[in-house]
């Protein structure tokens, strides 16, 4: 397909096609689940003397259900569970693996805690679900690592897509929350981007053709917002932004609860679920579950404001409960439901403002939930457009873009870590952006590691002729002149004097201090760190340092085509851009990033390449690439032009992707 369409990229979007239809099958079969539970557990009837028995009984054996599947998925799988999109975090970051087996234990339990009452939702466990899958399907196909990990990407965005009918969310959510922290600025590369907006749009449409057309949440009486009523919102966002950590920290503050209760791991969820049924008993059933019939109500305006006061705070003790004693599941859907209920009080106070004009609760509704969900992921951008999303109604636009990121914003200021970072920092993960980890690494060198001894330096009193002699036979550009203590007094800019002789400017009387340029020369110490040395190469346009000791006596040299060297080898080879060409007719063999557009790739020599010459290709003049390696086995031949190729042979070439695109149309 990469030689019909001349794009290598062509096979990586087509799997993320298929990483998408099986991602939105998973997410189906998730959903599917999910309603068998819902229907496999008793629900409560308050006709019926037995109603406090289910209510307090059903949550704690889904939650008995749920602790013993834990500990089976200790015993039986090495990684354990999957502990939702913390987990799809650390896989991307490489410090995880996900599995085939370790994702259906999180659809099972999922579908086991919610279906008796537990207080969360299915779409955390539809994104790990479907990162797997995609982390599974790019093993298989032998993907190298950087391209695994597009298709776990890809497996996230298309099982958030199907599980709430949202494509657009589901690219955003992993463009903004999963890949944030790891890919960084790459994200805008087609063969990143390109393949997440495939398989979300696979994903939907897998779903489609399972359940059929459908919107998550109908509203009733959105209309526009006025202008009017900004302060009224701006008050919403302020309340989501600073309510949005206290159940960040409620969560962590459960979970370290029952991490210290002297009971059997197995046990907790029950624990868990028996609060979660006393509180659903006591006030509201619909405390029990993940919500979705709460926030209906809200968006068609039938719910109480002073049951919604309550059940912001109740909601955030239930689903407090539930994460932290074990059960399985994620806060997409307890999100919305506080910000649901978090519209449907402000507007209450903003009818004793506006009167008749107010807006309806669920306008006021539908913002919240956006405003909480926001602050919540702080990931702004996935708010908006899951609301828009979920409801259909875009009237409201403005003040749900204005809420959400104001809310975002004040709950960073607030407390800067998510609860997938708190997660992640608890569990003993360090994860950094990009850019942090390529100056980390240099940081972590240091200039002795990278120093060459300083034989034989030019001393300040060397005649014009020692100082040509030493230019010629170092092959640098830059000499340093030291005194009778070896202190280095300055450097010799090896083009400038050439410029000189070449004038005739410079007598045979000059010595080497004459020659010094005016400004002082850029000096390290052994203790430097890299990341020091490369900015006092930026500073200056020496091709090499001199490192001194403390008293400035001449120690050793920094090159910089070493410090290069070295970036390349521990910060470039970790970031490649793969590309996978086929040379010659055979199959794609695997390439290497070298940095500044340069790619190291090894090609299989085919049928029509076999019995020819290097001479007669003419590879260097033709498509621009070097070939610097010839295998032929296990043995490696001298690179001779003029020697036949046989089939199989492997050839090393570097060159810029397209030239090395270009090698397979040379006949």
């Avoid at 087509?14 to 959903?31: E, F, P, T, Y």
Wanted: proline letters at 4%; a neutral charge.
């Amino acid at each position: 397909m990469a030689t019909i369409v001349r794009d290598d990229h062509v096979y990586l979007i087509a799997l993320a096609a298929i990483v998408g239809v099986v991602a939105g099958s998973a997410a189906a079969l998730l959903l599917a689940w999910i309603d068998y539970s819902n229907a496999l557990f008793p629900k409560a009837d308050a006709a019926n003397w037995w109603w406090w028995l289910v209510v307090l009984g059903v949550p704690v054996l889904g939650g008995l259900l749920v602790g013993l599947l834990r500990r089976a998925a200790g015993a039986w799988l090495s990684g354990g569970v999957l502990e939702g999109v913390p987990t799809v975090i650390l896989a991307v970051a490489g410090q995880r693996r996900l599995s085939g087996r370790e994702a259906g234990v999180l659809g099972i339990g999922t579908g086991l805690t919610i279906g008796s009452g537990g207080s969360v939702g299915h779409e955390g466990p539809s994104v790990t679900i479907g990162a797997a899958v995609g982390s599974v399907l790019g093993r298989f196909f032998g993907l190298r690592e950087r391209r695994q990990v597009v298709m776990t990407g890809a497996g996230s965005a298309a099982g958030l897509a199907a599980a709430f009918n949202a494509p657009l969310s589901g690219v955003i959510f992993t463009v903004e929350v999963i890949f944030r922290r790891s890919i960084g600025g790459d994200v805008g590369t087609m063969s990143v981007f390109t393949p997440l907006v495939v398989a979300a749009v696979a994903g939907t449409f897998t779903s489609h053709a399972i359940f059929g057309a459908r919107q998550e949440f109908d509203m009733l009486g959105g209309g526009v917002a006025s202008v009017a009523e900004l302060p009224a919102y701006l008050v919403l966002a302020v309340i989501a932004g600073a309510v949005s950590p206290v159940m960040s920290r409620a969560v962590l503050a459960v979970k370290s609860g029952f991490d210290r209760i002297q009971l059997p791991a197995w046990s907790k969820p029950a624990i868990g679920g028996l609060g979660v049924g006393i509180l659903g008993g006591l006030v509201f059933t619909d405390l029990l579950g993940s919500g979705r019939h709460t926030v209906t109500l809200a968006l068609h305006n039938d719910l109480n404001w002073q049951l919604a006061g309550v059940l912001i705070a109740l909601k955030i003790v239930a689903t407090s409960l539930t994460l932290g004693s074990g059960g399985m599941g994620g806060f997409f859907m307890p999100s919305l439901f506080i910000g649901a209920c978090m519209g449907t009080v402000v507007q209450a106070g903003a009818s004793l403002a506006y009167g008749d004009a107010v807006g309806a609760v669920g306008s006021y509704a539908m913002v919240g939930m956006g405003a909480y969900l926001g602050a919540t992921l702080r990931a702004p951008v996935t708010s908006i457009v899951m609301v828009f999303e979920l409801t259909n109604e875009y009237g409201l636009i403005l003040p749900v873009m204005t809420a959400s990121i104001l809310a975002s914003f004040i709950a960073s200021r607030i407390q800067p870590k998510t609860l997938y970072d708190l997660k992640l920092a608890k569990a003993g993960a360090e994860l950094r952006p990009p850019r942090e980890l390529e100056v980390e690494i240099m940081r972590q060198g240091k200039v002795s590691d990278l120093m060459i001894p300083a034989a034989d330096p030019v001393r300040d009193d060397a005649t014009l002729q020692r100082v040509k002699d030493a230019a010629f036979s170092r092959g640098l550009k830059t000499l340093h002149v030291v005194d009778s203590e070896a202190r280095v007094v300055g450097y010799i800019d090896v083009q400038r004097l050439a410029e000189r002789l070449l004038k005739s400017d410079a007598s045979t009387e000059l010595t080497a201090r004459d020659l010094v340029e005016p400004e002082p020369p850029d000096l390290l110490y052994e203790s430097d760190t890299l990341a020091g040395a490369m900015v006092a190469f930026a500073r200056g346009d020496q091709d090499v340092l001199a490192v001194v000791t403390a008293d400035n006596k001449l120690h050793g040299y920094l090159r910089h085509r070493d410090l290069l060297a070295y970036y390349n080898d521990q910060v470039l080879a970790t970031r490649q851009e793969a590309i996978q060409i086929a040379g010659g007719g055979q199959s794609p063999d695997q390439e290497v990033g070298l940095g500044e557009g340069m790619i190291l790739d090894r090609v299989v020599v085919g049928r029509r390449w076999a019995g020819r010459t290097l001479a007669e290709l003419a590879l260097r003049r033709r498509a621009a690439v070097l070939v610097f390696e010839w295998r032929r086995g296990d043995a490696v031949r001298p690179v001779d032009p003029n020697q036949p190729l046989r089939e199989s042979d492997v050839l090393a070439m570097v060159g810029t992707r397209e030239s090395l695109l270009k090698v397979r149309w040379l006949d």
